[in-house]
Structure formats: C-alpha cells, structure tokens
C-alpha cells in the first residue's frame, strides 16, 4: 500500500497523477484514494491541486473508487479543503468539480452524498468563480446532481427562493458575463427552465443589479438566458418537452418588452444586439416561433401552441406587424408615388434589431400551419392584406419574402374565404401596392395538389 510519510513531493504526485489515467493505474493505485483525502486539509495549495486531480482520476468510471470515496466522505472533504483556501483559484476550483462530477456519476447515494456537501453555500461560492474553465464542471455536477431517483427533489432545492435560486443567479451571470455556451450549462438551464418549469422563477430572480439593465428592466443576465434556451430549442426541439406554461410566460414577456421599448431607433445589427431589452424580445419571438412548430409525441397532449392562440397570440403579433413601416420595397415605391408626403410613415415603428420584422411573420406563419380558426381569425382581424405585404425584400430582414410567401400559403391553404378576398385584393388597385403588384403575385390552385398557392406571373 503507497502510505506517504512526509516526504512526498509534486514529483511523486505527477508520476502517481500520469498512472491514474488508465484504467489499469486507477485500479492498481485504488489504496491511494483513502491517503490522498486524508491529506487534503493540510495540503498547500500546488499539492492540493495536485491531490484534487488525482482524486478526479482515481474516481473516472471506477465504480470501487467511487465507493470508497462516498464512503470515506470524500465530497465533504474535497469542498471543505478546496474552500478552506483564502482565494480560490479557478484551476484548483475546476479540479474539484470535475472530482466531484466523477463520484456523482456512480449513481443516486453517489449524487446525494455529492449534493449534501455542495449544497446551498459552496455552490454559490463556486458559483462566484467567473471563468469559463469552472463554469462547465460546475454545471456538469448540476446536472448530474439533479437526474435520477432523487434529481426532482434537489431540482426543487435548486430553485428555492432563497437557497437554490441565488445559485442559478450567479450561474447565469457568470455565464454572460463570460459569454460561455458550453452545453452542461445551456442543457441545464433548459431543463430547469422548460422541463423542470421553473422559468418564472429564475427569469424574476434575474434582477437587474449587474449594472447592465436597461430601461425596460431587463438585465443582460436576462437576454443570455433568452438567447440559451432559443438555442436549445431551435438545434434539438425532438429531444425536449414544452409546456403549456413555459409558453405562456415566453409570450408574457413578448408582451412586457414590445410595451416598454423604444421602437423610434432603427436597429443595425442581428440578434444578440447587445441592448438587453431588445435582445430579450428578439429571443421571444425566436423562441415562440419554434413553440407554434413544437408537437408533442404524444397526441393526447395539448400543443403549447393552442394555448397561445387562445391567450391571443395571432391578435397581438398581427398588432405588432401593423404597426411597422412598411418593408423597404413597399417604401420606396410610395416615395416615387407621392414624395415625401407620408405623413403615415411619421408615426410608424421601426425594426429594433435586424430580422424582427421577420421573427414576426414567421410566429404567424407556424401559427397558420393547419389550422383554419388562424386562417379565420387573420381575415376576421383584416390582417389578409397585411401579410400580402410582407412577401417583398426588406433591407435589414433576410427571409421575409420567403416566410411571408409561406405565411400566405398557409393562410390560403383550403380555406375559400381567404381565396376569395386575395381575389378580390387583385381586382383593387391601388389596394394592392406596387411593388406587390410588380412581384405579379396572384393565387393559383395547383393542379396536383388542389392547394392554393401564390405565384409569379411575370
């Protein structure tokens, strides 16, 4: 058995540290776990790190060493010496995490034995350590914490109100602070977000005292969470579960940053703008654009997307759009009409950040997609004409053409309504505008599907 009698230096951990990482050295150096913990509270900080990183070796994938480590309370010990430091420094920081990480993947008394040790104060200390490098094993350990028999319940200790959530807080700020979008971090945040429906929670945590809020109240801790679970959803949305209520407060918030903002100033630039009020809208619509195209696998439960509809999603978004100016197409073709006599053109909003326009058009367009009450409602709001509109090239919005064509198909799409008034819309100059009219836009039933569909006639 190695037994160390004072006289062990770096040079012996290193050769003890290079062995650990087969799988043959951990099993032959198995005797060593009980020494080196036994001598992590008077290790200087060098050796400690050394330590740490050996113990993170011994317990990768060695179901012995994970054992032995629970049972010689080991997390304990590790947290304890790692923050019996005066500074912690983020490289001894991450060993420990990834230590920690290892033995929680052992299995549930694995991860209670970890969560005990670590939870709520180190956590938040860990928390406060902004650099990326312990940012990911942290979130690891979180994640792997919070999955099988008794992961709900430490969810639910997570997101406490004054244990758990001041965690999450320092997690997330740490993280837009450092623009880190490793994917422990983004896929633990989407299941405590959407999965774990805690979104509310954490979103009103998220106050704005890091000194980067703007005057609408939010935080760019605010626009980073946003823009992390857009990201989760739009890359892998068959892998997740939405609910009714996730949706919901995404469209609240939609709501809250369209009333508060300033849409006077044209935008320049693409999401993340860096104007945290903005950002958070932007990332709204991107979100509730992939809610309306979410579907549950089961087919006895309701679409998130229905819940939507019915809070009024199409009225307001059909609001939103009419309150814009009109693409860049459409206005130039009225200033060669009548000048710069548009007085109508005073008072319109502009697009806060490039491709709203677009967001916009897209929801309704997931929104039409098979459901004649959209198709209905749309015609019954006298918004036909307005998405005829947006079928044109927009400086400032990639793709508007291409989703206002989708959004008129779905919106025409067996519904002889609709067919009807785009026909009668032909027959009405000037209602049509000009650079509709130049596209030759007509609707056209396709012979082989009997579906509507607009096309160009020039």
Not at 247 to 252: D, I, R, T
Not at 291 to 310: G, K, M, N, R
């Amino acid at each position: 058995m190695w037994r160390d009698e004072g006289v062990e230096d770096e040079e012996t951990l290193s050769a003890l540290l290079e062995a650990s990482k087969t799988r043959e050295g951990r099993a032959a150096l198995s005797d060593a776990l009980a020494d080196t913990l036994h001598l992590l509270p008077a290790s200087p900080a060098p050796l400690l790190l050394l330590r740490l990183r050996l113990l993170r070796n011994l317990l990768a994938g060695d179901a012995l060493n994970q054992g032995t480590f629970v049972l010689l309370s080991g997390p304990a010990a590790v947290v304890s010496a790692a923050l019996a430091l005066p500074a912690l420094p983020p490289d001894l920081a991450r060993a420990a995490l990834q230590a920690l990480g290892n033995a929680a993947l052992g299995g549930d008394r694995h991860r209670e034995a970890v969560w005990d040790a670590l939870f709520p104060g180190a956590l938040r200390e860990l928390a406060r350590v902004r650099d990326a490098g312990v940012l990911d094993p942290l979130c690891m350990v979180l994640d792997t914490c919070c999955s099988g028999d008794g992961g709900r319940g430490r969810v639910e200790e997570l997101c406490h109100e004054d244990l758990g959530l001041p965690v999450l807080v320092e997690l997330v700020a740490t993280a837009s602070r450092l623009g880190h979008k490793e994917e422990w971090l983004e896929w633990l945040l989407f299941k405590i977000c959407v999965e774990e429906e805690k979104f509310e929670a954490l979103f009103a945590a998220l106050d704005s005292t890091d000194g980067g809020e703007s005057g609408d109240g939010f935080s760019a801790k605010h626009a980073f969470l946003m823009g992390t679970l857009s990201k989760c959803l739009t890359e892998r949305p068959e892998e997740v579960s939405i609910s009714n209520s996730f949706a919901l407060h995404v469209f609240n918030i939609l709501k809250h940053a369209a009333e508060t903002l300033d849409f006077t100033c044209r935008g320049s630039s693409a999401l993340p703008t860096g104007c945290p009020g903005i950002d958070v809208l932007g990332y709204s619509l991107v979100l509730l654009k992939d809610i309306c195209a979410w579907e549950p696998s089961s087919s006895e439960t309701e679409a998130p997307v229905d819940s939507l509809l019915q809070a009024g999603l199409v009225k307001r978004l059909l609001k939103y759009l009419g309150e814009l100016e009109p693409p860049s197409t459409i206005r130039k073709a009225m200033a060669k009409e009548q000048g710069d006599q548009q007085p109508a053109l005073a008072t319109a909003k502009v697009c806060p950040y490039n491709g709203y326009r677009r967001d916009l058009v897209a929801v309704i367009a997931n929104c039409l997609h098979g459901r004649k009450q959209v198709q209905d409602e749309v015609r019954q709001l006298n918004g036909i004409m307005l998405l005829l509109q947006q079928c044109v090239i927009d400086e400032g919005n990639a793709y508007l053409r291409e989703w206002g064509l989708l959004a008129v198909r779905y919106l025409l799409e067996e519904n002889e309504e609709n067919q009807k008034e785009v026909s009668e819309l032909q027959m009405q100059e000037p209602i049509l505008t000009p650079e509709v009219a130049e596209l030759g836009l007509r609707v056209e039933i396709d012979k082989k599907t009997g579906h509507p569909k607009l096309v160009n006639s020039s």
